[in-house]
C-alpha cells in the first residue's frame, strides 16, 4: 500500500511541475490565485477504527479561502459495512452468528495549505497537504433475533483525526479530478469550482 501511495504521488508530481528547459518559460503562478470556493466529492476506501480492514467510503467537502494558499472546508463522509458476531441465546440453547449493519458518518473541518508556488506547478495542478478533525456519528443496526449485548463489538473513538496529501489536475476552469491520500480515506473526485 505505502508502495502504491508513495508511486502515485511521484506520477502527480512528476506530471505536474514545470521542469525549467532551455527554452522554455515557466508559467507562474499568480500570487494571489484562489483554491476556495470548491465543491469536492470523492469515493474511496478507508479504514475505520477497529474493524481491521478497509471498506468503501464516500466523502464531500465546500472549500472556501481563509489566506494566501490556505482554505478550509467542512465535510461529511459515510462508511457502511457488515459484519458478524458469534452469540449464543440462553434462553433457546442456540448458538450461532448474527449480523450487524454499522454506518459511520465524519463531520468535521479540513484545512488545506497549497504548495503550487513552492512546487512551480503550472496552472493546471494544485499540489497540498491537509488535516481533519471531527466526530464521527454511528448508528447500529442488528438481525432481528438477537437480544444480547448490543454494545458487543469494540467501539471505536468518536474523534476523528486524518493528515491528506493530494493533487487536482484542472480538466477545465470550472471542473477538476483530485487524488486525496490520507492516513484514513484516501479518495478520487471531482471538484466544481464557483
Known amino acids: 500500500m505505502k508502495t502504491l501511495i508513495f508511486t502515485s504521488l511521484f506520477f502527480f508530481a512528476?506530471?505536474?511541475i514545470n521542469i525549467q528547459a532551455q527554452d522554455k518559460v515557466i508559467e507562474e503562478i499568480p500570487?494571489?490565485?484562489?483554491?476556495?470556493k470548491t465543491l469536492n466529492l470523492g469515493v474511496g476506501i478507508g479504514y475505520y477504527g477497529y474493524i481491521g480492514s478497509t471498506v468503501p467510503v464516500g466523502t464531500m467537502n465546500f472549500e472556501f479561502d481563509v489566506a494566501n494558499?490556505?482554505?478550509?472546508?467542512?465535510f461529511?463522509?459515510?462508511?457502511?459495512?457488515?459484519?458478524?458476531?458469534?452469540w449464543g441465546n440462553p434462553n433457546k440453547n442456540d448458538f450461532r452468528y448474527y449480523n450487524y449493519r454499522e454506518t459511520?458518518?465524519?463531520?468535521?473541518?479540513k484545512g488545506t495549505y497549497y504548495f503550487d508556488k513552492l512546487f512551480?506547478?503550472?496552472a493546471?495542478?494544485?499540489f497540498y497537504a491537509a488535516g481533519s478533525v471531527g466526530f464521527i456519528f454511528r448508528s447500529v443496526t442488528w438481525e432481528n433475533g438477537y437480544y444480547g449485548d448490543q454494545h458487543a463489538y469494540t467501539s471505536a473513538s468518536p474523534l476523528y483525526l486524518d493528515a491528506h496529501i493530494g493533487a487536482e489536475?484542472?480538466?477545465?476552469k470550472k471542473v477538476g479530478m483530485f487524488l486525496d491520500l490520507s492516513t484514513g480515506v484516501s479518495t478520487f473526485g471531482f471538484a466544481f469550482h464557483f
Do not use: C
Not at 494558499?69 to 467542512?74: C, D
Not at 459511520?104 to 473541518?109: D, H, K, L, T
Not at 489536475?169 to 477545465?172: A, E, F, R
Open 14 to 16: 512528476a506530471a505536474g
Open 31 to 36: 500570487a494571489n490565485e484562489k483554491y476556495g
Open 69 to 74: 494558499h490556505f482554505t478550509l472546508a467542512p
Open 76 to 86: 461529511v463522509g459515510i462508511y457502511s459495512y457488515q459484519r458478524s458476531y458469534y
Open 104 to 109: 459511520a458518518v465524519p463531520v468535521g473541518i
Open 120 to 122: 512551480h506547478a503550472n
Open 124 to 126: 493546471k495542478w494544485d
Open 169 to 172: 489536475y484542472h480538466m477545465t
